[in-house]
């Protein structure tokens, strides 16, 4: 017997549509497969306009985050099921259907300076690394930049002028953590509202590949 998955899809194009709305599909489905194979389905066979974002299929760019059943995932990772309603991570303006603008993220990157500045030229070449000095280097580092923490985050619903979401901060962390960095970055930090943040583990939960954004986040506040 051939099994279907019923799936409810956010629909909106900004340039077009006045208000958001959703379509409804019927797919095959079967155990094993994941969301990114529903909706890949729903372009190819039912509606060829869909807007969706994705390219690795392996969970490393970050590019596929959406909101399943009101968790945010990655369409490449999570699983399917037989119920499901698919929208774009929240706190984030839409683009057209399940992708998202990620602009004002890019430009938050931007103004941080994210990448390595030293005053002098090391001692000797190759540079010996004290690799226990890195360990908080690389966790933040294993961040993809998928947004699913950010879109989780009550602190940046709420008012994200003053909490730049913790994606930033995972970002920040890279460079805060890597004792080659010879810059300060505590007003970094500061101007992004490292100080605003609940505490309360959404981004944790959220987060694909099991980093602690919010550990993170802690750490930096207590450096600087």
Request: include cysteine; charged fraction near 30%; aromatic fraction near 10%.
């Amino acid at each position: 017997m051939n099994e279907k998955a019923e799936v409810e899809v956010y629909r909106y194009f900004p340039a077009r549509d006045k208000i958001p709305g959703y379509d409804f599909f019927e797919v095959p489905f079967s155990e094993g497969i994941k969301v990114l194979d529903v909706v890949q389905h729903i372009y190819r066979n039912l509606d060829g306009t869909l807007g969706f974002d994705f390219c690795c299929r392996n969970s490393g760019c970050g590019l596929c985050g959406v909101t399943v059943n009101g968790d945010p995932a990655l369409l490449c990772r999570r699983p399917a099921e037989k119920k499901m309603t698919i929208k774009p991570l929240q706190n984030f303006p839409v683009k057209k259907d399940l992708k998202i603008d990620r602009g004002r993220f890019k430009n938050q990157l931007s103004r941080l300076r994210l990448f390595l500045e030293r005053r002098e030229k090391p001692a000797e070449e190759p540079e010996k690394i004290d690799m226990a000095a890195f360990a908080d280097f690389k966790e933040a580092s294993r961040c993809i930049g998928c947004l699913n923490c950010t879109a989780a985050c009550p602190a940046y619903a709420e008012n994200s002028s003053h909490f730049k979401g913790p994606a930033v901060f995972v970002q920040l962390g890279r460079h805060f953590f890597d004792p080659r960095d010879e810059i300060s970055r505590d007003l970094m930090a500061l101007s992004e509202g490292v100080e605003h943040c609940w505490h309360c583990g959404a981004c944790i939960e959220a987060c694909p590949h099991d980093l602690r954004p919010q550990r993170i986040i802690e750490k930096i506040a207590s450096i600087e």
